[in-house]
C-alpha cells in the first residue's frame, strides 16, 4: 500500500508534527529535571495516550487531566496517578471513587469548606479519596486568595481529620502569566505564584498539618520561572504542542509549533482579497488569545505557502476568511489546493477532532503520514 500523505486526507484534519512534538518535551523535561521538580504534565492539551506516554518519559508517570472522562481514559492506558484538575462538586465523588477502587489514585481539587466537608463525609462510606486545597496566585479564576487564604486551616483540617481522606498538598494555576510577553515579565509571575503555594504550605506545615505537595502551573511559569524553591511538582500542558498564543508570549520559538490544521482552499475573492478555506470557527475555534500582542493573526495564520504572512481574519462555521495585507498570491493558492492553519489555541483547536495525523518534518518535512494518534473528547 502506497505511504499516504497530506495530500490524502480529508480536511480539515488535525496534523501533528512529531519531531516538533519530541523536541517540545525533551525540553521541558530536561528543564524540571535540572531543576529538581517533578513534572505533572496537564494533558488536557493532547488528551492522547500516545502523546501522554512520550510526555512522561524519564519521570514517574503522574499526570494532570481537566475532565473525568480523561481521567477513565488515561486510567485505561495504564496511568495511575492522576490530578484531575478542576474544582471537583459532590455529586461527582462517586465516579471519583469508582475509579480509585480500581486501584488509580485519582486525586481531586477544592477550595471550598462544604465540599471539605462532602469529601469528609463521603469516605466515611469506606471509600478514599486524595485531595488538593486550590490557592489563587494571581489568575482570577478558582483558589483561595493569596495572602489572605481564607478558610485554608479549617478546610484543611476537615479534610486532614477525616478517616480516609489524604490531604495531598496545594496547587494553583499561574494563568495570569498568558498576559506578559518578556521573559522577565512572566519571571515575575511565575514568582508571584512560587510564593503563593510555597506560602499556603508553610502555612499549613506551621498548624501541624502535612503538605507533601506543592504543585504550580502553566508553561510559561514552567519555562521562565528562575527560582524553584518550596515547590515539588509543576504541570505545564500547551509545551507539547504550542501554539501561536505561546509563541508570542515568548514561551517558545516560531519552529516550536507542532499543531496544524490542514485546510483546502475552496474560493478566491480578489474582489476583497480574499480566499476561503474549509476550516472555520468549529475546526479553529474562535479563540483569540494570541491577538493580545499580535492582533494580525486573526484565528489562525497560514503556515504554508508561502510563510505566515497570511491569516484566517474571519469565520463563521465552516469558512475560514484568508486575508493578509499584501495582494493575496492567488496562483499559489489554486482553489483545491492545501494550506496549513497554526492555530492560536492550540487545546481548543484539537478539542475539535478524533485523532492526531502524525507528520515527522525530520523525516520528509512533514508530507507523510507515519501514525495516527486517538484522543479523547468530551467530559
Not at 25 to 36: D, F, H, I, P, V
Not at 215 to 240: K, L, N, Q
Request: with cysteine; charged share 20%.
Amino acid at each position: 500500500m502506497a505511504t499516504q500523505t497530506i495530500d490524502d486526507l480529508p480536511t480539515p484534519a488535525l496534523i501533528l508534527d512529531r519531531a516538533i512534538l519530541r523536541r517540545n518535551l525533551k525540553r521541558m523535561s530536561e528543564r524540571l529535571l535540572g531543576a529538581g521538580v517533578m513534572l505533572r504534565p496537564h494533558l488536557k492539551t493532547a488528551k492522547s495516550i500516545q502523546v501522554g506516554r512520550m510526555a512522561v518519559e524519564g519521570h514517574d508517570g503522574r499526570i494532570t487531566v481537566s475532565t473525568l472522562a480523561e481521567a477513565r481514559y488515561f486510567a485505561k492506558g495504564g496511568f495511575t496517578d492522576i490530578l484531575y484538575g478542576v474544582g471537583i462538586v459532590p455529586s461527582k465523588l462517586a465516579a471519583v471513587a469508582e475509579l480509585r477502587r480500581q486501584g488509580v489514585n485519582l486525586r481531586i481539587v477544592t477550595d471550598n469548606l462544604a465540599v471539605a466537608r462532602a469529601i469528609a463525609g463521603a469516605a466515611t462510606d469506606g471509600d478514599t479519596f486524595s485531595v488538593f486545597i486550590e490557592i489563587d496566585s494571581g489568575g482570577g479564576r478558582a483558589g483561595l486568595p493569596f495572602p489572605e487564604l481564607p478558610g485554608l486551616l479549617d478546610i484543611a483540617r476537615t479534610l486532614h481529620a477525616a478517616p480516609g481522606v489524604d490531604l495531598a498538598g496545594v496547587m494553583t494555576h499561574a494563568g495570569h502569566s498568558y498576559h506578559q510577553n518578556t521573559p522577565d515579565g512572566i519571571a515575575a509571575v511565575a514568582e508571584q505564584e512560587r510564593r503563593a503555594i510555597v506560602g499556603a504550605a508553610e502555612t499549613l506545615r506551621a498548624a501541624g498539618i502535612p503538605c507533601p505537595i506543592v504543585s504550580g502551573g502553566s508553561t510559561p511559569t514552567a519555562t521562565h520561572s528562575r527560582d524553584f524553591t518550596g515547590i515539588t511538582e509543576m504541570r505545564p500542558g500547551v509545551y507539547v504542542f504550542n501554539d501561536l498564543d505561546q509563541e508570542f508570549i515568548g514561551s517558545c520559538g516560531a519552529g516550536d509549533l507542532a499543531l496544524s490544521v490542514l485546510a483546502s482552499v475552496i474560493g478566491h475573492y480578489p474582489h476583497r482579497n480574499q480566499a476561503l478555506i474549509d476550516a472555520g470557527a468549529l475546526a479553529l475555534s474562535k479563540d483569540i488569545s494570541a491577538q493580545e500582542f499580535q492582533p494580525k493573526v486573526g484565528y489562525g495564520t497560514i503556515a504554508d505557502p508561502p510563510a505566515r504572512a497570511m491569516a484566517v481574519v474571519a469565520c463563521s462555521q465552516e469558512h475560514g476568511f484568508v486575508g493578509a495585507d499584501d495582494p493575496l498570491p492567488y496562483g499559489n493558492l489554486p482553489v483545491g489546493s492545501r494550506v496549513r492553519v497554526l492555530p492560536n489555541h492550540a487545546c481548543i483547536t484539537a478539542a475539535a477532532y478524533e485523532r492526531y495525523y502524525v507528520v515527522d518534518s525530520d523525516l520528509d518535512g512533514g508530507r507523510s503520514v507515519v501514525d495516527v494518534y486517538d484522543r479523547i473528547n468530551g467530559w
